[in-house]
């Protein structure tokens, strides 16, 4: 079984920052795609970012060139750096992983990110 805490939400003001953090443990003998997804109310969950186990990245439309997604794989973290927000960026955050050799995906419980205008 693979455990996934995430931290770093929270309030912030239109144009600021936050970075999100999601630590994964348990049953890990190597991950594969690392994501991060939000869900805003009324809305369907939908994804904000992936990284490969070879580093390739993907984004939404929506945040590129203000989010960075990057991994470290000595301790099995994945991190969105979070730049110039906007109020449309309320959500809440969930990271998922893929599990390198069962390919099960794992999620995180998620953490709130609110954007004041």
């Known amino acids: 079984q693979v455990q996934l805490v995430e931290s770093g939400g929270g309030l912030v003001q239109a144009g600021g920052s936050l970075r999100l953090s999601c630590a994964a443990s348990?049953?890990?003998?190597?991950?594969?795609?690392m994501a991060w997804y939000r869900q805003a109310p009324g809305k369907q969950r939908e994804l904000v970012a992936q990284?490969?186990?070879?580093?390739?990245?993907n984004y939404a439309d929506s945040v590129k060139g203000r989010f960075t997604i990057s991994r470290d794989n000595a301790k099995n973290t994945v991190a969105l750096q979070m730049n110039n927000l906007k109020p449309e960026d309320t959500a809440v955050y969930y990271c998922?992983?893929?599990?390198?050799?069962?390919?099960?995906?794992?999620w995180g419980q998620g953490t709130q990110v609110t954007v004041s205008s």
């Open positions: 998922k992983i893929v599990h390198g050799v069962s390919l099960n995906s794992y």
């Open positions: 348990g049953s890990i003998f190597s991950l594969n795609v």
């Open positions: 990284i490969g186990n070879t580093g390739s990245t």
